[in-house]
């Protein structure tokens, strides 16, 4: 079983819809969630970080972690065709290096 | 400007050739990470320093690979001998830690290194 799990899409939304991307991980001790960009020839941005059960919004993007459930998501709000790129999730794992799932492609289509 | 540096940019090179690529991490960041980036194995983690000191390197082939931290501005990914499977962007990240967490780490440009 992969540390971090995304599934690598591509998804495709129309233009002004909500994308919903997930990622599960499988280590319980856990502590530090992240989102992070990644358009093509590009290195990946950071655009989200959490780290307590719950939600967290800014802007057009809310994350949401369960904890619990080992289950971590990013949705975006009103999708722009500027938002198609891979969305990678990376997870602290306790050795306190960053782990990074495979990435989900997302395609908002004008 | 805050942001991490990498050199070169790109590089191409012969099979056997020693290869070093370079990394400035943001001022005031403790923590660097070294990361390879392939399309069949997406972001792998090389090494990973803390206060300069080497965390974990299990993900790197000690063979060949060497990861260092001369000073807390620079640290460098060595490859000897390169091999054509060693083809890949390779990325330094740094970032710092408070308490038990990690905060958030930011990427620099990355070396794109193709071995022929």
């Known amino acids: 079983q992969k540390e971090v799990e995304q599934n690598s899409g591509p998804l495709s939304v129309p233009e002004g819809a909500i994308a919903s991307l997930n990622c599960t991980y499988s280590?319980?001790?856990?502590?530090?969630f992240f989102w992070y960009r990644q358009y093509s020839g590009k290195s990946p941005e950071l655009i989200m970080s959490i780290y307590s059960n719950g939600d967290k919004e800014d802007g057009r993007f809310t994350a949401q972690l369960n904890k619990a459930s080992q289950y971590v998501s990013l949705l975006i709000r009103d999708s722009q065709p500027s938002d198609s790129a891979t969305y990678l999730c990376a997870v602290d794992t306790g050795r306190r290096a960053l782990t990074f799932g495979s990435g989900t492609r997302l395609q908002v289509q004008p | 400007d805050a942001r991490v540096t990498q050199t070169p940019r790109h590089k191409v090179t012969e099979m056997g050739q020693e290869v070093t690529m370079r990394c400035q991490p943001i001022l005031g960041h403790n923590t660097v990470f070294w990361y390879r980036q392939t399309m069949m194995q997406g972001l792998e983690l090389l090494a990973y320093?803390?206060?300069?000191?080497?965390?974990?390197d299990s993900g790197m082939p000690k063979d060949r690979f060497s990861a260092e931290m001369p000073d807390a501005t620079l640290a460098t990914l060595k490859i000897q001998p390169s091999e054509p499977r060693d083809s890949a962007v390779y990325f330094c990240?740094?970032?710092?830690?408070?308490?038990?967490?990690?905060?958030?780490?930011?990427f620099g440009q990355g070396t794109r290194l193709t071995v022929v």
């Open positions: 320093f803390r206060n300069r000191a080497p965390l974990d």
């Open positions: 280590d319980r001790v856990s502590q530090s």
């Open positions: 990240a740094s970032g710092s830690n408070r308490d038990i967490m990690n905060t958030e780490a930011f």
